[in-house]
């Protein structure tokens, strides 16, 4: 029998002292119950099917069965929202994890179990709590039905000038999210993108490379002093905010430290009023799915400056947080689903031309 209102969840590690302390993080949120843990994913899977919990802990290097195996089946035989615990070294393992499934990730800060893993405490139990907005169906779909990517070789920009530049912020399943837009391009569009990804620090390289490679798209990590350039993606370091100032005529990437008591580093907010201030009209602002209200006080800025603003639709986004968070502040111009967002980044729109309303009940 459920416990009325409480977050249950499974807890898989092959640790004994990563699960006890990890449990005992989770338990001191009142909203969250542990109701299980596993020391592997053949003892898991077996306790998922009895427990049906509604969130999964889990650690991707086990014995017998491991977290990559136990994710796949369990999204074939019974989808449930997994977040992956992990100190497994290595992006691309992190990635494939989002690949099968997986729904969001917080990096053990070493693989050994030692009392400095507690320091993560405060990101699991705020990931966890947004487990409630998450739709499970949404995932289950794009692991079903993985966009198609089209690879054509990089296009080098011969003119550097940037006429229309794209601000893209997202948390809980951008990376997929982004992955699927990017691939959906034939030919690079006409504009620089930049890019604020709630991601832990150490994988943003990593995920800039992985654009990089599987999209036509030119993709690295933001450095302080890039210039913006059309058909180029920078992405915002984890642990840092990306923002933009005025060097010698022309923009160019500036990065800040997260200061005191900042919930997000890189914050949408921050890349959001910098690029409107920078790019006024010529800045298009992206809010795709993600927990939480980072964004909504970015896109009133992008308005002021004469930007326009596109939200992802409820019927697409895994967590509507974000994307709702920005709807409610009336600056939205259009709010379309993921599979409209790409040819919306080609083309360009104006804010006469937005859809307010579209896949918003």
């Known amino acids: 029998m459920k416990e009325r209102g409480l977050i249950r969840v499974l807890v898989i590690d092959d640790s004994a002292f990563s699960r006890r302390t990890i449990t005992r993080m989770l338990e001191t949120s009142p909203l ?9 994913g053949e003892e898991a899977l077996q306790k998922v099917f009895k427990i049906k919990p509604d969130l999964i802990t889990l650690d991707l290097d086990m014995p017998r069965m491991d977290g990559f195996t136990f994710l796949r089946l369990v999204m074939a035989k019974m989808p449930t929202p997994v977040m992956v615990i992990s100190g497994r070294a290595g992006e691309d393992e992190v990635f494939k994890a989002l690949d099968l499934g997986a729904v969001d990730f917080i990096a053990k800060p070493t693989p050994r179990p030692i009392p400095e893993l507690e320091t993560i405490q405060q ?38 000038s940037v006429q229309r530049v794209v601000a893209v912020g997202s948390s809980t399943g951008g990376p997929a999210a982004l992955m699927q837009v990017f691939g959906s391009f034939a030919e690079p569009p ?91 009209r010529n800045l298009q602002a992206l809010v795709l799915t993600g927990m939480g209200n980072d964004g909504r006080d970015g896109v009133l800025a992008v308005k002021q400056h004469g930007g326009t603003v596109i939200a992802e639709s409820e019927e697409t986004a895994v967590i509507f947080g974000m994307p709702a968070q920005a709807i409610q502040t009336g600056a939205v111009d259009a709010i379309l689903p993921l599979g409209e967002i790409g040819k919306a980044i080609q083309d360009g729109i104006a804010p006469s031309e937005g859809s307010i309303g579209k896949g918003s009940q």
């Open 32 to 40: 969250v119950k542990v109701v299980g843990s596993a020391r592997d």
């Open 123 to 160: 990101e699991v139990i705020r990931k966890v709590h947004a487990i409630r907005q998450l739709r499970i169906d949404k995932v289950k779909q794009r692991v079903d039905q993985p966009a198609e990517m089209t690879m054509p070789p990089h296009v080098s920009m011969i003119e550097p």
């Open 190 to 280: 006409p504009c620089a993108i930049l890019i604020s990804q709630h991601m832990p620090q150490g994988f943003t390289k990593g995920f800039a490379e992985r654009i990089d490679r599987l999209t036509c798209l030119t993709a690295r990590e933001a450095r302080d002093g890039d210039l913006i350039q059309p058909g180029t993606v920078l992405i915002a370091p984890g642990g840092k905010h990306l923002e933009l100032e005025s060097v010698a005529g022309q923009v160019a990437t500036r990065l800040e430290a997260r200061s005191a008591g900042e919930k997000y580093a890189p914050s949408v907010d921050r890349l959001f009023r910098s690029a409107a201030k920078a790019f006024g």
